[in-house]
Structure formats: structure tokens, C-alpha cells
């Protein structure tokens, strides 16, 4: 197992557009896990699977955005109606309290 | 106050030097405490993972926990030009696990 994968390693959109997001937890995780990190700042949490069923989402998630992890393995995070705030590196991780990350998806919106 | 507070630098050492990375937090029911490592445009990576009070070693990095002062550190003895990176603590604060960060400290280390 290569670890936590996550898919496009960069995405650049114009305002307004949808994008979505993979990440491919390491394999025999339940936990999956989403953040957001900003210039100068470490990651903020935004949602939380164990296995296909989202437990949890944060403040910081709006109705903009959904996440979804059919069949307990990958998962996906859409962004609809991006806005310029929305720029960010968007996070994904596996694990119970030792949390591993993957390389990140960079979201630029124009 | 931020439930976990770390001081962002930046930090400029020379090599060979002993870096000392703290953190404090305000919630005295965390139990476990992490160090991340990362590398600029990069993920996250796990260093140091330890539970409750102590010291933990692992190689040239060790992690240590004060919970009666509520403050956590991160030395790094004979420091490397490659050590240079964010280092953030993190602590499993909600309720499903997910962990609260500090802002990282920018550690440079020169040749």
C-alpha cells in the first residue's frame, strides 16, 4: 500500500464552476477524514466518514459542498458554485488517531 | 483563545543546531498529541504520535508532553538543511477523532 492518494494534485477554476475531488484512503482504514488548509494556517476540518456513512461535517461546510463515499472505499468531495474563498489545499486522511495525510489537491479559483 | 496555539516563526537555525517546536492547548481532556512534518505544496506528514505526559524518541526527534502545564514540544538534535519545513501539532479534539491543528512553525535550517 502507497499510502493516501488524492486526485488532481491541482485544479484551476473559474468562479462559479463545480469541481470534484478523490481520495483514496489507505486500505484498511474505516476512518476517512477531509480539511482545508489556507496560506499560514494548518488544517481545518470538514467532514468525517466511518466507512460509507458521513458522521460528521463542520461549520466550515456549506451547502456548496458535498462529500460522499459510496462502498466504504474512496471518496469524493464536490465543490458547487466555487467562489474565490474556496482557494485552499483541500486534504484528505486516513486512520484512527494517527492520521495519515495525502499530497493534497491545490484549488485555485479565478 | 484557540484551542491550540503554536508560534508561526519563522525559525532560522544553523545546521547541527538543537530546534525546539512548542505548543500549548487549552483543553486539559486531550489525551494524545501529534507532530506533522510538511514540505512546502505538500501533505502532511505524521512524525511523532504520543500519549498522555512523557517523552518519546525516535531517532534525532524527540516528542514531549507536559499536560500539567498543558504544553507539548518537539526537539530535533543535530538539525539538517532537509529538516526545513512547516512543523504543526495536532490533537484528536473532536468528537469523531478529527484532530485540531496549531497555525505550524516555518523552521529553516542552513547549511
Known amino acids: 500500500d502507497t499510502g493516501v492518494s488524492q486526485d488532481p494534485r491541482h485544479k484551476i477554476t473559474k468562479r462559479g464552476q463545480n469541481v470534484t475531488f478523490r481520495c483514496d484512503p489507505i486500505s484498511e482504514h474505516n476512518r476517512l477524514y477531509w480539511y482545508r488548509q489556507t496560506l499560514g494556517q494548518g488544517p481545518e476540518f470538514l467532514t468525517y466518514f466511518q466507512n460509507e456513512a458521513q458522521l460528521e461535517k463542520s461549520r466550515l461546510l456549506s451547502d456548496r459542498f458535498s462529500a460522499e463515499r459510496p462502498k466504504g472505499s474512496f471518496s469524493t468531495l464536490e465543490i458547487q458554485r466555487t467562489e474565490q474563498g474556496d482557494s485552499a489545499m483541500y486534504l484528505c486522511?486516513?486512520?484512527?488517531?494517527?492520521?495519515?495525510f495525502g499530497p493534497g489537491t491545490r484549488l485555485t479559483v479565478t | 483563545q484557540k484551542e491550540v496555539e503554536q508560534d508561526p516563526g519563522p525559525l532560522s537555525v544553523p545546521e547541527g543546531a538543537i530546534v525546539s517546536l512548542n505548543c500549548t492547548y487549552s483543553n486539559s481532556a486531550f489525551q494524545y498529541f501529534m507532530w506533522y512534518r510538511q514540505y512546502s505544496r505538500k501533505g502532511p506528514e505524521l512524525l511523532m504520535y504520543?500519549?498522555?505526559?512523557g517523552n518519546k524518541e525516535d531517532g534525532r526527534f524527540t516528542a514531549q508532553v507536559d499536560k500539567s502545564s498543558k504544553y507539548i514540544s518537539l526537539f530535533i538534535r543535530d538539525s539538517q538543511p532537509s529538516d526545513s519545513a512547516t512543523y504543526l501539532c495536532a490533537m484528536p479534539g473532536g468528537s469523531q477523532g478529527n484532530l485540531i491543528f496549531g497555525k505550524g512553525t516555518k523552521l529553516s535550517v542552513k547549511p
Open positions: 504520543t500519549y498522555s505526559s
Open positions: 486522511a486516513s486512520g484512527e488517531y494517527e492520521q495519515y
